[in-house]
């Protein structure tokens, strides 16, 4: 019995303990009552390295981590601190108890994130930071079903206001190539905007033919987000009716690697999802053969020809034609053709 009593008296002991507000916790709360939100969050963290917290440690602390970083941010939008605020905040999410201090966090947050990616002159980096800023408030308003609406407005008023500072710049681009990287640049943020497809859609339809390699074209260092495909591949020449589509398809590799062109990979997907397997009939790949006489050879680049019904050599920076075509249902509206193996993928978008 004496040990059953023991056991017990330490279990409350111990419960009372985390329930009760220590001296760090009660001075942060003075801070955060008093509106000196860096004096609470020093607090907060020296009661936490204690391990001394109530119930309402976490509320609390967060409260002063997004007040903090919103006053941060009228003094500087692009303050380091402001994404160690919200990271700790974040760090705290799965403890906050209070739909208030949730509802507080996402609206905060998303409001950051729609000012830091509508500001004038900011680089690409930046850019892509504030929009992933907005879709944390957002991920964690659909977790909690806490805030929303709110922060899906945020974000399509963020959409609206960076695609209109930027789409006509993108459009206007003589190079069609340029032109494409920069409307594809606005689709990674706004990827339902209704104009950006319209014009990503147009773009698409216009550089069929192009290989879609950007590299110094764009007179700025390449995002991996968008030059993210280790096939490039072009419809030099292609047809398109109800239920076929059929050209010449060239390929380009940036894989690293020197591998077999296998047409059974190449698939044509609808804006569904469906696909079809191409049909090919022949074509070529350039290669390195040695010509001229013995004693005074030199290395050229040729083009070797592709059977139908065989595979091609496709190398690393080297290019390669196929004649293809593909059969499909009238209800199939064509999107995109696709190239897969070990190495990489290719996806060359047609428009409709």
């Not at 507080?104 to 000012?115: D, H, I, P």
């Not at 550089?207 to 074209?217: A, H, K, M, P, S």
Request: charge should be neutral.
């Amino acid at each position: 019995m004496k040990k059953l009593f023991l056991t017990g008296l330490a279990l409350s002991v111990a419960f009372s303990m985390v329930g009760c507000k220590g001296t760090n916790e009660k001075r942060g709360d003075e801070h955060l009552q008093e509106g000196r939100f860096r004096n609470a969050i020093n607090s907060y963290l020296d009661a936490k390295k204690k391990g001394s917290m109530s119930d309402e440690f976490y509320d609390n602390f967060t409260l002063a981590l997004v007040r903090a970083a919103e006053m941060e941010a009228k003094k500087d939008l692009n303050s380091e601190l402001l994404d160690n605020y919200y990271g700790k905040a974040s760090a705290n999410m799965a403890e906050v108890k209070k739909d208030e201090v949730v509802e507080e966090y996402v609206t905060k947050l998303a409001t950051l994130g729609k000012q830091q990616a509508t500001q004038e002159g900011i680089d690409y980096n930046t850019v892509i930071n504030a929009f992933a800023k907005l879709d944390t408030a957002l991920a964690t308003a659909q977790a909690r079903h806490i805030g929303e609406g709110t922060v899906k407005a945020i974000r399509t008023e963020a959409e609206n206001i960076y695609v209109s500072k930027n789409l006509s710049e993108a459009v206007g681009e003589s190079d069609p190539v340029v032109s494409e990287y920069q409307i594809m640049k606005l689709a990674e943020m706004a990827p339902d905007n209704a104009d950006v497809k319209a014009a990503l859609n147009k773009s698409r339809k216009g550089t069929r033919g192009y290989f879609l390699i950007f590299g110094e074209q764009i007179g700025e260092p390449v995002n991996r987000r968008i030059d993210k495909w280790g096939y490039v591949m072009a419809f030099p020449t292609i047809k398109m009716a109800p239920g076929s589509l059929s050209g010449e398809l060239q390929f380009w590799a940036s894989t690293g690697n020197n591998t077999e062109l296998d047409p059974s990979k190449i698939t044509l997907v609808s804006t569904t999802g469906e696909s079809v397997t191409a049909k090919a009939s022949g074509g070529w790949c350039e290669a390195e053969v040695l010509v001229g006489k013995k004693g005074d050879e030199k290395i050229e680049k040729k083009k070797q020809a592709i059977k139908a019904g065989t595979k091609g050599k496709l190398m690393n920076e080297f290019q390669c034609s196929l004649n293809v075509s593909f059969s499909f249902a009238k209800s199939f509206i064509p999107d995109y053709v696709q190239y897969k193996d070990e190495y990489g993928i290719g996806k060359k978008y047609l428009g409709y």
